[in-house]
Structure formats: structure tokens, C-alpha cells
């Protein structure tokens, strides 16, 4: 669909695996244009260099746009610098906006990924009209941005917003960051195999083991839900104890931020179809003060994979506009 010129903008969306582009109209969420590259992983210096490559190749095929808007997995101040990345190893103290600003004489927003697809989602999916909302993804690991007073809060440097390292579970799992007892490592796609490795541990999921070709180390969060798809019953204990961490997280949120409203994300609220609904029960009898105070709905996340790009293409907006 043909996006007029004055609300085209372009939103990348950088993953661990991939970039994924796309020229949109970001008052309405309209995509024209989508582009999809690889993520350079052997040689990490190329990564500004496969970015430029995406955007030059939609600038092509849909014209100039009014600006740019880049999420990035990592820590990204103000500035648009990246400072570090798990994800994108050896990318330390890359000024992903300056780079970009200078290649296409453009207005550039460089920012978290997570923030970009959680501002997607106030603007125009699951969270949209509320004033105060907590967007969690939970991917592979924990991805996150809060909305307070109607605006994204980004923090002081730009860091807020990463839930997935809170401090939980004191003496738990490593986490991906290298730290122990971090939220993720028990309630992310990598936590639920975590707890599944617990489980084995005990004496039980047999089942769970023989789907990950035999080795404890290898299951992932896949072999749970399929050995749950089979009726397993020690998977369904794998999940259950997950669905508790999932709470514990969640009733910390509401404690500290006092949300309208949570948005759940990313493909594990899709494992067992009573997921959700069991998550709110939970959070809403551990949560302080429970019985004196409304519910805060959970709700599934209503944009999909192409939010981080959307919201970084609303991002540029907002930066065009002065907001
Ligand atoms: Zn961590």
C-alpha cells in the first residue's frame, strides 16, 4: 500500500539472527515496504555496514523518507550509541545514529529494540490508550518497556526497561548476561528449559529428555510444549513452575510501577492455552495489598514479529516532531 510522503518513515529492527526493515506510516501502522537481511555475526565491524544496505535498498524501492528509526539489541543511550549488546558481540561504543545521520543526510533515531516494539504496542496494539502499561516479551530472553504518564520511560541513560535482569531468584540459574538469579533464567524460552533441567534433576522428565535426542543440555523450551502436547505430566509440572516465576516477576512490576494495565508477548504466552489466564490468578494473589486493590489485566501482545520495526519507524516520528 502506497504511504504518503509525509508519513513515510523507515523503522530496522535488529536482531540476534536478523535485520529486518520496513518502509511504514507510522500514525497508522501501514507497512509499504519490507527488506531482510542477515546479521552479521563472524564480523561484527560489518554490522552499520549490513544496516546501511537494508536502508539504502528500501529508500530505492519506496523513495526518501521524512527519517529513520533503528531498535538495537542493547544498551543505547540518548545519543543513539550503543554501548554493549549481548546479543551482538563485539559491537561495544558504536554510534549507530551518527553513522546512519551521516550516510543519508536523514533525521536518525537509534534506541533499544525492546522500547521500540513496547511503543508499538501503546501506540497502536494491545496497550494502546492506557497511561501506565508494562509491555514484557518473552522471547528467548526477557524484553520489556514501560510506559509511564503516557510516554516511554527510557531512564536516565536510555537503559530502562529490561525487567529480564532483575534479581529474582537469588542463588538461581546463570543468566545469559552472567549473572545469577536474573528473572529470565526461570521465565524466558531459556528459563523454561532451565526449570525443565530442574525437573530432570529430580528423577523425572523422561519424556522431555528422550525429545531433546537424549541429553538434559540439549532441551530447549520446545521439547516442554511438545512433551505438554502429549500429555506429559511432568512437563505440565515444567510449566507449572514456570508459570509461578512468571508471576513472581510480574506482582513485582505492579508493586514498583502501579500499572493500568501488562501486555505479555512473544510466543511462549501461545504454550498451553490456559497460560495467561493462570499467570493473572497468580499475580493477582501475590501481589501486595491483593485484596484491596483492582486487578491489572494481563493481555496477550497484538502486534507481531514486525513490532520492533514499526516501533522504531514511530520513534523517528516522534524525534521529527520534536516529542
Ligand atoms: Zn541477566
Known amino acids: 500500500m502506497e504511504i504518503e510522503a ?75 550509541v550503543l554501548h554493549y549488546g549481548p546479543n551482538v558481540p563485539g559491537v561495544l561504543g558504536l554510534d549507530m545514529a551518527g553513522e546512519l545521520r551521516s550516510e543519508f543526510g536523514l533525521p536518525v533515531v537509534a534506541e533499544n529494540d525492546a522500547t521500540c516494539a513496547a511503543l508499538a504496542e501503546h501506540r497502536l496494539g494491545a496497550a494502546r490508550g492506557t497511561t501506565h502499561a508494562v509491555v514484557v516479551n518473552q522471547g528467548t530472553g526477557i524484553a520489556g518497556g514501560i510506559i509511564i504518564g503516557g510516554r516511554m520511560y527510557r531512564g536516565a541513560n536510555g537503559f530502562a526497561g529490561e525487567p529480564g535482569h532483575m534479581l529474582i531468584n537469588s542463588g538461581g540459574h546463570v543468566c545469559a548476561c552472567g549473572k545469577t538469579g536474573c528473572w529470565e533464567a526461570v521465565a524466558s524460552g531459556a528459563g523454561l528449559a532451565n526449570i525443565a533441567r530442574d525437573v530432570v534433576a529430580e528423577g523425572k522428565g523422561h519424556r522431555i529428555v528422550e525429545l531433546a535426542g537424549g541429553e538434559a543440555a540439549h532441551i530447549r523450551g520446545e521439547h516442554v510444549s511438545a512433551a505438554m502436547a502429549e500429555g506429559d505430566s511432568d512437563a505440565a509440572e515444567v510449566l507449572d513452575r514456570f508459570g509461578w516465576w512468571v508471576a513472581e516477576g510480574l506482582a513485582s512490576l505492579v508493586a514498583l510501577l502501579d500499572p493500568e494495565l501488562i501486555v505479555l508477548g512473544g510466543g511462549l504466552t501461545a504454550i498451553n492455552r490456559h497460560f495467561i489466564s493462570d499467570v493473572q490468578e497468580r499475580v493477582n494473589a501475590t501481589v501486595m495489598g491483593a485484596a484491596y486493590r483492582p486487578e491489572v489485566p494481563i493481555v496477550p501482545a497484538r502486534l507481531g514479529a514486525e513490532a520492533g520495526a514499526i516501533g522504531a519507524a514511530i520513534s523517528s516520528r516522534d524525534l521529527f516532531l520534536g516529542r
Do not use: C, W, Y
Open 6 to 80: 509525509r508519513n513515510r518513515f523507515i523503522g530496522i529492527d535488529v536482531g540476534g539472527t536478523k535485520i529486518m526493515g520496513v518502509v511504514a506510516d507510522p500514525t497508522s501502522g501501514v507497512i509499504q515496504v519490507r527488506r531482510k537481511a542477515p546479521t552479521p555475526k563472524a564480523d561484527p565491524e560489518t554490522l552499520p555496514e549490513a544496516i546501511k544496505q537494508v536502508v539504502a535498498e528500501l529508500i530505492e524501492e519506496a523513495g526518501r523518507p521524512v527519517g529513520l528509526g533503528v531498535g538495537v539489541p542493547g544498551l543505547v543511550d540518548h545519543q543513539g
